[in-house]
C-alpha cells in the first residue's frame, strides 16, 4: 500500500492527514468548513484514494489559514505516499459535468508546481466558505505535492456545480496519473530517471 501520513502543526493550524493512494475513495474528513469537507469527500470517493483530514484551525480569524495548511498537508501526503513515483502513469486528464457546468483537469506529475486556474466564480460565498480561498487551495496542493495542474471551467454558471466538477475533475485525473502502469511498473516515468 502506497500510503502518506502528515501532522503539521504551526501557530494557526494544527492538521493530521493520512492518505492511501491504492484505497477505496473511504474519506474521514473534518475541516471545520462545511462546503470545504465536501469538496474534499468528493475527491477522495472520485479518486479512489483514501483520505482522513483532521484539521483545526484559527477560523475566528478567517479562513485562511486552514484552507492553505490543508491543501498544503494534503500534497504532502500525496508526495510522501507517491515516493520515487515508479510504476506511475504520471498524466491524468479528465472532464467532469455536473448539470450546466463543465470542468477540464489536466495534471503532470512532474515535480515541477505549477497551477493554472482559469474559474470564474461570481459568488463571495459557498455555504460559509470564501470562493477566493477554492483557488488558494488548489495552488498550495498543487506546489506541496509536485503537481503541474490545469483547471479550466469550459462553461457553467452555478457556482456550487463549477466547483464541485472542479474537484470531481482533479479526482479523476488523480486517479489516472497515480495509477501504477503494468507495463513500466518497475520504471520511473521519466527520460531523466528522477521525477
Known amino acids: 500500500m ?12 494544527a492538521i493530521d492527514v493520512r492518505v492511501n493512494l491504492d484505497g477505496t475513495g473511504a ?20 479518486s ?7 484539521a483545526v484551525g484559527d477560523l475566528h480569524v478567517d479562513q485562511h489559514h486552514t484552507t492553505e495548511d490543508v491543501g498544503i498537508a494534503i500534497g504532502e501526503a500525496l ?15 479528465a472532464h467532469a459535468p455536473m448539470d450546466e457546468t463543465l470542468t477540464r483537469v489536466a495534471l503532470d506529475i512532474s515535480g ?31 506546489q506541496s505535492a509536485g503537481l503541474t495542474l490545469h483547471v479550466e471551467m469550459l462553461y457553467g454558471s452555478n457556482n456550487h456545480h463549477i466547483v ?4 470531481k475533475a ?12 503494468p507495463r513500466k511498473s518497475d520504471a520511473i516515468p521519466s527520460t531523466k530517471g528522477l521525477l
Not at 474519506?27 to 472520485?46: C, K, N, P, V, W
Not at 464541485?164 to 474537484?167: G, L, M
Request: net charge negative; with cysteine.
Open 170 to 181: 482533479l479526482a479523476r485525473a488523480l486517479r489516472q496519473a497515480v495509477e501504477i502502469d
Open 112 to 142: 515541477r508546481p505549477y497551477l493554472v486556474w482559469n474559474v470564474a466564480l461570481t459568488t463571495t460565498r459557498l455555504g460559509e466558505w470564501d470562493t477566493e480561498m477554492i483557488e488558494h487551495w488548489f495552488h498550495s496542493f498543487a
Open 79 to 93: 508526495a510522501k505516499a507517491l515516493g520515487d513515483k515508479r510504476g506511475i502513469a504520471r498524466y491524468g486528464e
Open 27 to 46: 474519506y474521514d474528513i473534518a475541516t471545520g468548513i462545511g462546503f470545504f469537507d465536501h469538496m474534499l469527500e468528493q475527491l477522495s470517493r472520485h
Open 164 to 167: 464541485e466538477s472542479c474537484y
Open 48 to 54: 479512489l484514494i483514501d483520505l482522513q483530514v483532521k
Open 2 to 13: 502506497r500510503i502518506g501520513e502528515i501532522s503539521r502543526k504551526t501557530g494557526e493550524t
